[in-house]
């Protein structure tokens, strides 16, 4: 059962309004699909982030073209983990050499998730099932149900768009800040009067904020009560920072989608500044090492939360690591439009009364992306 062959598949969606953050603006909507082949006709999917710059869709399919792709030819298909290990060893020097850790690292990252993916495959069960199995979670915790939430919103429109995503079924909402303070204040004013006083609303600064302004701009947000305030400060930020911002206030801090390595996952969750925490299966870990991630930050007293901004793969897996690991936490779904999320995975129906999905029992991810009907999109590379 060894990798026979490794396809990566690139594409890019035109959109009508670019999707704005604090730390920039998307023009378009790209991926990088995965695809291995194992020599005994196994396959499985996934996704390698690459959603903002958006040029660095096709340097990341040729990193995988390039350098993973000789590497995995002939390895074993059936150990995702020790794979993935391997892997990320492999590159390691590479990546100092070229100065691209963050590349080489969502490269391996696709590649976990597409062996998960064929492994479940293989077993004839849903990923969230196998998942469960491989970390020990009770069958009573892990159900194949899923609390997604509606993520970037705003800055514009906030209170419209997040009162279009309620009467979908969403439940919780994020939208964006660490723009103008008043702007920031003004939309999340125009949200709570929208959604009423108990609605669970986070808000994301995409790392916007120095120490001092973060101190401020966080003291700013208490009155508004959000759920969580995520990356108020870089993710590199000295630790002593983090710690002394979250000692001043009372709301919950939120990161991981730009913390890379176990160590410095398991650091930030040491620090005690954090109460949730959001690896990115597509960014750092695939499913292996986000999963370690969740559990570690678990055992800790976070909440696991996993970060995904781009298109069906990466969202389908996401999805089931969060249901492999029990009901607590969330998972985000962009409420901007893009065709690579949306004619690639369609989310299970919403149960109105909660928001809350149910995962099928579909082998795998539950994803077969339909290469014809993305063909409009696909770009050389």
Known sequence: ?????????????????????????????????????????????????????????EHRARLTRALVAPILAGTPSDDPTGTWRMLSGTLRRMAIQSGEPGPMAQVASAIDQALWDMRARRAGQPLWRV?????????????????????????????????????????????????????????????????????????????????????????????????????????????????????GTTLALAAGENIRGQAEFQTAVDNGHLRFIQPDVGKWGGISGCMAVARYAQIAGLTFCPHWLGGGIGLAASMHLRAALGPAGMVEVDANPNPLRESVWTLPQMANEDGWITLPETPGIGVEPDLAALARYHVPY
Request: hydrophobic share 50%; proline share 6%.
């Open 1 to 57: 059962m060894t990798i026979e062959r490794v396809e990566c598949h690139v594409f890019r969606a035109p959109i009508a309004t670019p999707v704005r953050a604090a730390v920039g603006s998307f023009s378009d909507r790209p991926a990088v699909f995965v695809r291995i082949a194992a020599a005994d006709g196994a396959w499985g999917w996934g996704e390698v982030f690459c959603n903002f710059p958006a040029v660095g869709a």
């Open 131 to 247: 998942l469960a199995a491989a970390a020990g979670t009770s069958s009573d915790a892990a159900n194949g149900r899923v609390l997604p939430y509606a993520s970037g919103i705003g800055p514009d429109k906030v209170a419209e768009t997040a009162l279009a995503k309620r009467s979908e079924g969403y439940s919780a909402f994020k939208f964006k800040v660490g723009f103008e303070p008043a702007r920031d204040l003004a939309n999340f004013r125009d949200i709570r009067d929208a959604l009423g006083p108990d609605a669970r609303i986070m808000v994301d600064a995409n790392q916007a904020w120095t120490p001092d302004i973060a101190a401020e701009r966080v003291a700013a947000l208490e009155a508004f009560r959000p759920y969580w305030v995520e990356e108020p400060l870089a993710a590199d930020e000295a630790l002593a920072d983090w710690r002394c911002l979250a000692r």
